[in-house]
Each structure stands twice: as structure tokens, then as C-alpha cells.
């Protein structure tokens, strides 16, 4: 188990060093993290493999080539694309266990079927009451290797509230001969201490003749702060709250009939549904799962358990995953022996001390949550959080800083004379509003509703403050109005969008003697997910398409070359010397162009 955030920094510049863009000192820090840490290791070792096996494609000026683009997506092979959209996670297994069902479902034929409004209320309250859980999986997935048609496992999963988890998953694969690895995962959280044991080896599409070999690691994270993310305990697991509790907006597909239980059948994509695709990233290899890849969720109209999930790629009628629950339970109590962990592996410090009072102000309204685990994370850093079943609330107080409006948070007035910045839930990342008061940077994240979140900002004995222009660096920002985007110079704004999307944000850079950079982001409605939102950039001071070692495809937008990058869903192109780019990974490359053409 490991920090995600410090990882994801060291990951970062691992790609930056094979582009032959880092400088001497920091490759020095990347190699003495390499020494430590196995996953990003291995996450080396893909990244050379993908440079040799993946296809750059120039982007020269060619005809309009999205149909056949769409069509050839739906064909390729699991190992063709990026690294980004696999599955690493045995505890994912777990998680895309909870969600499975014991039988397939039958469909009723006069459906009554609730509103996605109420489901996520009632999922929400489901999550709430839960103490303990525990439960068995089959899991088949499809798509991991060529050679590999089917995988098998078994997964075997407890869970005691707030932040105990148990995941067993064990390697059922009638494999070819050679040295393939089984892909077994042992996981264990509590709230002081997590421990995984996984398998390492080389990736997927380079196995089972790989010179890296394989073996075990494990890691174990001492000191953890109060969710803290480094496990998925209890992420959507055991109810899928994240998915459902804090949207309102799914499909309800209708009812069924699974294990003889009566079932809500719920459409989603992969990033409506990624707090199920982030579960079952915790240790081992998996087959990818793509932006566009189809989720279906069948969810207990009794217990809102997940009784089965399927993941199916756009055009194909057979799951490329499939986890059906041979059996689950909610007992009065579980064993605290089942969470005691090894204490065998690399050891990593969470920073947490909890025999420090934190100083932080305290919200007046908690949502029903009672207070949990409190402490600081170092001098100047305080935390306080709150719990109750799975839900919680995790507030973080440090001194105040510039606020960051650049990205895509909303500014939302939390009561008269205070403001905050509001982020929906992204890949690892949790939802959450940023408040800057005088002298004070509160962070408040939780898994609850978006509303009960701001009910909690609005309460805390501080008056937040969002100002429209901050200076960082050489540059400033500034935050702009609807109306104001349609003066800048150079700006296009579309004239479509897909149903329901609106203007979000807008930030001007203005950076002197450089030019100018705008970023427009548009989102579909409050509760969507970071992954659903459209990012819309153009730029004065960018003169021509960024060199990239991704899997790119030649694209003509409206007479200019361009690009569309699979990996980022984003679509970037030079129109009159000015560089635009549409970032949205929920949507096909028919509809980006579509967006495209439609700038005015």
C-alpha cells in the first residue's frame, strides 16, 4: 500500500524522463524512490513497453476520419491500449465483487421502478446504517491477455464500519504453460494500518516470457490519517455509495430478478461508475476498462447491496468482467482477528499522530455523523474527522495559501458573505470544498451528498473567500463570468454541447510578454463526475501541437491537422496559430469533433 499522491507525483516524472525532459536532480529523487517502491517499478517497466509496442501516429493533415476511428476503437485488443485505463487492483476484484449477483437476472415484465433521486437517498442511508459485512465472489474477466481467454477468482471480502477490510482474492486461471503469475491478493485496513500483499511481473501484453520474473510485495502503511485513501476500505465495495448515493442523474434501467432478490438494474459509464473501477485498483493485474466502456449494476432493493456488475466494451454482447456474490451477510459482529495483518514488508508513514489536539474549527452541522479519529499531520496541519457507517467527513486545516482557481472548482456561496470552492469526486480523489478565510485553508472532504457537504462548509465559524484575480508566479489569474469569456480576443465558445451541459468555469492566464491561456469547463449537472466534465482550452502562446509519446490519431478539424489522444480523450488542434484543445473522457472523438465544429 502506498501514498497514491506521492506516487502519482513520481509517476509523473518517470514520463517526463523518458521523454528525456527531466533534470539531473530531480531523476536522482526518482531513482531513490524506484529503490523503494515496486509498484512504480513496475509502472516503469510498462512505460517502456508501451513505447515500443504502441503506435504514434503524426498528426498531419488527413480527411475527417472519426467513423472509421470509432469503428476501429471497438476492435482493438486489450493490450493495445493505454496503461492508464487498466485494471491494477485485486482489491478492485473485491470491489467489483460486492457489486456482483449469485444467478443472472431475469427481467420483469411490468417493471416498478424508483427514480435515481431516491435510490441514491435510500443507498445513502443503506450505507449509513451498515456495521458489518461479509461476503463471496466469482469473478470471470475476459480481454487480459491474448493467450489468456478467460480468468477465474474467487474473492472473499469483510468489512466491519468505519474502516476495517478484508479482501482474500485467489488465482482460480487454468493457465497455458509457462510462467504466468497468479494474480492472488491479500489486503487488510483498520484504522491504524493497512497491509497488502500482491504480485508483481512484467506487464500484461509482455508476459509469459519477460525477463523482470515475478514474486510478492508487500507494503504496509503505519500512522494512517482517517481515510486517507490508500486503501479501498471502504470505497464502494460493500454499497456502492459513491456511484449512487452521490449522483442523481444514472439510468435506471429497470428491475430483476437475481439470487431470487428482487434488483434495481442501473446503466453507467466507466467514470459515472469509477469509485466501483477505483475499488479494484489496489494490487495485482487486471484487464483494462475503458472511458466508454458499459456498466451495468444490479443493486438489492432491500439491503442496496451491489448483487452483480458487468463491464462491457461499446458493441460487444459478452462482459469483459463479470462477478457474480455466491453468497453475503450481515453479521452481528466480525472476529477483530480477522483484521490483524502481518507485519512483514516495506513500511510506510502515514504522518498521523493522533495524541495531538488539533486546533481547526469545528462545523455546527455534521450531517448525523458522529466524531471519529482526530489529530494533526505535522506542525501546522490539523485533522478532524467524523463517521458513521460507511459516511464520513474529513476536515484538514493548514495556513492559508493562494487559492488555486485555475482548476475546475465552482465557486458556491456557502451562506451570505462566504464562499467556497467546490471539486466533484475524480479518480482518487474524493468530492470536496476548499474554503480560504483569514489566515486559514480548511478542506472538507467526504462520500456524502453534495448538498449535506455544503451544509457542512456553510456551518464552520469562518467567512471563506474566493477573489476573482490571484497572481502566481509571473502570471495572473483570474476567474471570469459567462459573459465576460465572449470578450477575450481569441476565445471560441461552442453553440452545442451535449443536453444539459453549462459553463462551469472560466479562468483567464494572463502571463506578460508570453500571451494569453483560457480554460473554459462545462459541466452536465452538480452531481457529475470530475471524469464527466468538458474541458475547453485555447492559447496564444502555444504555436504548434506538443511532441507526445501517446497513442495518437491524425484527426482534421475543420480544415486544420489535429489530434485525438485516446488515453486523455482530448482532442487538440491549431486553428489561426492559436493551440485548441477539448478534454472530455466521457465522450467519443464523433462527439468532440461535433463540439469542435460548432466554436464560434
Known amino acids: 500500500m502506498r501514498s497514491e499522491s506521492v506516487c ?24 531513490e524512490h524506484l529503490a523503494t517502491c515496486a509498484s512504480c517499478r513496475r509502472f516503469e517497466a510498462a512505460q517502456h513497453e508501451l513505447r515500443r509496442t504502441l503506435r504514434l501516429v503524426p498528426a498531419e493533415p488527413t480527411p475527417d476520419v472519426a467513423p472509421a476511428v470509432l469503428a476501429a476503437l ?31 437476472p431475469l427481467l420483469d415484465s411490468r417493471p416498478q421502478v424508483a427514480g435515481a433521486v431516491e435510490i441514491s437517498r435510500r443507498v445513502l442511508a443503506a450505507a449509513q446504517e451498515l456495521r458489518a459485512y461479509r461476503a463471496t465472489f466469482d469473478i470471470v474477466e475476459r480481454g487480459w491477455h491474448p493467450d489468456v481467454a478467460e ?43 493497512s497491509w497488502i500483499r500482491e504480485p508483481y511481473a512484467c506487464p500484461a501484453p509482455a508476459l509469459p516470457g519477460c525477463a523482470v520474473g515475478t514474486g510478492l510485495e508487500e507494503v504496509r502503511v503505519v500512522n494512517r490519517q482517517p481515510f486517507d485513501g490508500t486503501s479501498t476500505a471502504p470505497g464502494d465495495i460493500v454499497v456502492p455509495l459513491e456511484t449512487l448515493a452521490a449522483a442523481d442523474a444514472f439510468t435506471v434501467e429497470g428491475t430483476a430478478t437475481v439470487a431470487g432478490r428482487r434488483a434495481y438494474r442501473i446503466r453507467l459509464s466507466y467514470l459515472e461508475a469509477f469509485p466501483l473501477v477505483d475499488a479494484l485498483q489496489s494490487g495485482g493485474s487486471w484487464a483494462p476498462v475503458l472511458p466508454l466502456d458499459r456498466i451495468d449494476v444490479w443493486v438489492d432493493r432491500e439491503t442496496w447491496f451491489p448483487l452483480r456488475f458487468e463491464v462491457r466494451r461499446p458493441g460487444e454482447r459478452t462482459p469483459r468482467l463479470e462477478v457474480t456474490a455466491r453468497r453475503f451477510e450481515r453479521p452481528e459482529r466480525i472476529d477483530a482477528a480477522i483484521f490483524d495483518a502481518p507485519h512483514s514488508g516495506v513500511v510506510r508513514d502515514g504522518g498521523f499522530d493522533a495524541t495531538i489536539a488539533p486546533g481547526a474549527p469545528l462545523p455546527a452541522f455534521t450531517a448525523g455523523l458522529t466524531p471519529y479519529r482526530s489529530g494533526t499531520l505535522g506542525d501546522r496541519t490539523s485533522l478532524v474527522s467524523y463517521a458513521r457507517g460507511m459516511t464520513y467527513l474529513k476536515l484538514i486545516g493548514r495556513p492559508a495559501t493562494a487559492p488555486d482557481i485555475t482548476d475546475a472548482s465552482e465557486v458556491v456561496e456557502l451562506r451570505p458573505g462566504s464562499l467556497g470552492y467546490y471539486r466533484p469526486a475524480g479518480s482518487g480523489l474524493p468530492r ?8 486559514d485553508h480548511i478542506r472538507i472532504e467526504s462520500n456524502l451528498r453534495r448538498e449535506q457537504l455544503l451544509r457542512v462548509a456553510a456551518s464552520l465559524p469562518v467567512d471563506g473567500r474566493a477573489p476573482r484575480r490571484v497572481r502566481a508566479g509571473g502570471a495572473v489569474n483570474m476567474r471570469l463570468e459567462p459573459d465576460e469569456v465572449a470578450d477575450i480576443s481569441f476565445a471560441l465558445l461552442p453553440s452545442r454541447l451535449p443536453p444539459g451541459y453549462r459553463m462551469l468555469s472560466a479562468t483567464l492566464r494572463r502571463i506578460p510578454a508570453d500571451g494569453d491561456e483560457l480554460a473554459v469547463v462545462y459541466s452536465g449537472s452538480q452531481s457529475a463526475p470530475e471524469g464527466a466534465l468538458i474541458r475547453l482550452f485555447q492559447s496564444v502562446r502555444i504555436g504548434q501541437l506538443p511532441p507526445s509519446s501517446e497513442d495518437l490519431v491524425a484527426v482534421d478539424v475543420g480544415g486544420s491537422p489535429g489530434r485525438w489522444s485516446i488515453e486523455r480523450g482530448e482532442l487538440e488542434w491549431i486553428d489561426g496559430g492559436i493551440y485548441r484543445s477539448i478534454a472530455a473522457p466521457s465522450f467519443d ?6 463540439i469542435a465544429g460548432s466554436l464560434r
Not at 485488443?77 to 444467478?103: C, D, H, K, N, Y
Not at 470536496?432 to 489566515?439: L, P
Open 432 to 439: 470536496r470544498i476548499d474554503i480560504y478565510a483569514e489566515g
Open 74 to 104: 471497438a476492435e482493438r485488443e486489450p493490450s493495445q491500449w493505454p496503461m492508464r485505463f487498466r485494471l491494477a487492483s485485486l482489491a478492485g476484484v473485491a470491489a467489483a465483487i460486492l457489486i456482483l449477483a449469485t444467478s443472472f
Open 151 to 193: 480468468r477465474r477468482f474467487r474473492a472473499d471480502v469483510w468489512y466491519r464500519a468505519p474502516e476495517n477490510l478484508r479482501l482474500r482474492v485467489r488465482d482460480r486461471t487454468d493457465y497455458p504453460v509457462g510462467p504466468w503469475p497468479a494474480n492472488n491478493v491479500d489486503l487488510i485496513a483498520t484504522p491504524s494500518r
Open 589 to 594: 472523438l464523433a462527439t468532440l469533433l461535433g
Open 8 to 31: 502519482s507525483e513520481f509517476r509523473a516524472d518517470l514520463s517526463a524522463r523518458l521523454d528525456g525532459e527531466l533534470d539531473a536532480a530531480r531523476s536522482i529523487a526518482v531513482e
